[in-house]
């Protein structure tokens, strides 16, 4: 987007289709394969990683002129670090089960490159309010496509959504969709359709580009 | 030819280092104790709640519990002491000593598992179990937690002990799916048999440690003032 004015709308949405965090630029595929295995493990992974990306990207972003670049990489991970502590705290304030079934996923946001890579490619450079924009719509499009991974796997691999059984007891769920290597099945097929959609709509913006004289 | 070299930035003094990182640990530190002193009592009330819970479901009968722990000489006295693995004794509504819920943990396919278990001083046996903390593989490891015919083995698992009063009489010991012919056996699960028997070691040494304290005090410690409500 080099030499285009970016409109700050524009900053917000890229993250939920254009730049997608899970199904275009493929980062933090850790968490986003190991805790999606229920849609309410996905979406409360999805929403713990945005409250970190929102706040360490006004951290960094206010902070930005007062970091050295040599110090920049510690200083980020220190305040990533940071607030993953808080959200872990604050996870299990709110509800012990949500943490006991998130395990040791909620600290490993700290090494989740989505956050330390937007904090160095955007907020590092970025005003306050672009970066909140940038972290705030790359935090939704990580949780809906955690969510989407999520859905997929729990319908499939347990029979249910969010917790409500969705078929009768004959239903045989397919429990290898709960497995890790459900996750990559559920991702694949995901990226797949994205990838496809993705395809049609620059086809479709060539047939118009070569249509206008 | 002149090739271009890297662009060239003015040094950062070492003040401004220092300042960013100091500066930024202190922050962080500020942050973390902030969060930590807030959320402190909300999350001990939380794990309290929960060890409550999981003792009302183990032993549905016990109205109040005392926490109690080892003294030096192998006896029982009751403790407030916050430890890792507590033990309870649950009181009827008469104030009668109807059972005793340990907590033991031990080693399972992915990490430590960490269970409850209720001790039945009337029936000599194991009468309810809840697992509190498992990172077994779902949809495999995770069956000890719901599966109907391994939960079943905890409706009265035997734990008599010897004449003696001080080991199990027979070791609690995990068989095969569907090969139980004794009360002091647990039906395995087959897609689960680490698990499963993990589970059965792990209530073997807590049994053996604990039960023959538990018989043996039981009758010190046999009635209750009822709580006043």
Not at chain 1, 77 to 99: G, K, N, P, Q, R
Not at chain 1, 188 to 205: D, F, I, P, S
Request: proline content about 4%; overall charge negative.
């Amino acid at each position: 987007m080099l030499g285009k004015e970016i409109s700050t709308t524009d900053e917000f949405v890229k993250g939920l289709w254009r730049d997608n965090p899970v199904f275009v630029q493929v980062l933090g595929m850790c968490p986003a394969l190991a805790v999606s295995n229920t849609a309410i493990n996905a979406l409360t992974m999805g929403l713990a990683t945005t409250f970190v990306l929102l706040m360490s990207g006004i951290c960094v972003s206010a902070l930005r002129n007062f970091i050295p670049r040599e110090a920049r990489i510690v200083s980020f991970i220190c305040i990533i670090a940071s607030f993953v502590t808080a959200v872990d705290y604050l996870i299990m304030a709110i509800s012990l089960e949500l943490h006991r079934s998130l395990g040791a996923f909620i600290a490993l946001i700290v090494v989740n490159c989505l956050i330390l890579g937007r904090a160095e490619a955007f907020a590092s450079k970025n005003t306050l309010g672009r970066s909140v924009l940038d972290a705030l719509g790359m935090g939704v499009g990580f949780t809906v496509a955690l969510l989407w991974i999520g859905v997929v796997r729990e319908i499939l691999g347990s029979g249910s959504l969010f917790g409500v059984n969705l078929f009768p007891d004959t239903f045989q769920t397919w429990t290898v969709m709960v497995l890790p290597s459900g996750g990559f099945f559920a991702m694949a097929m995901w990226l797949l359709l994205v990838n496809r959609l993705k395809q049609k709509e620059t086809e479709a913006e060539k047939q118009i580009q070569e249509a206008t004289p | 030819m002149n090739i271009p070299g890297p662009l060239q930035q003015p040094p950062t003094s070492a003040w401004s280092m220092y300042r960013a990182i100091v500066g930024i640990g202190a922050l962080c530190a500020l942050l973390i104790v902030t969060v930590y002193e807030t959320t402190a009592d909300r999350i001990r009330e939380n794990q309290e709640k929960f060890l409550a819970r999981a003792i009302s479901e183990v032993l549905p009968e016990a109205q109040s519990t005392i926490a109690v722990a080892l003294t030096d000489d192998g006896g029982l006295k009751e403790s407030v002491e916050a430890t890792t693995l507590p033990v309870f004794l649950g009181y009827g509504a008469e104030g009668k000593l109807v059972g005793a819920v340990v907590t033991a943990q031990g080693m399972g396919y992915q990490d430590n598992i960490r269970v409850l278990y209720a001790y039945s001083f009337e029936l000599d046996a194991i009468v309810g179990f809840k697992v509190l903390d498992s990172k077994e593989t779902p949809g495999l490891g995770d069956k000890i937690e719901k599966e109907p015919h391994f939960l079943a083995n905890f409706e009265r698992l035997d734990a008599t002990l010897t004449m003696d009063n001080d080991a199990l009489l027979n070791p609690i010991v995990t068989v095969k799916q569907g090969q139980k012919t004794e009360a002091w056996q647990l039906d395995g699960i087959t897609g689960a048999t680490i698990t499963s028997d993990a589970i059965g070691k792990i209530l073997n040494a807590s049994a053996n440690t604990w039960v023959p304290v538990l018989k043996q005090n039981s009758q010190a410690f046999s009635r209750r003032e009822p709580a006043e409500d």
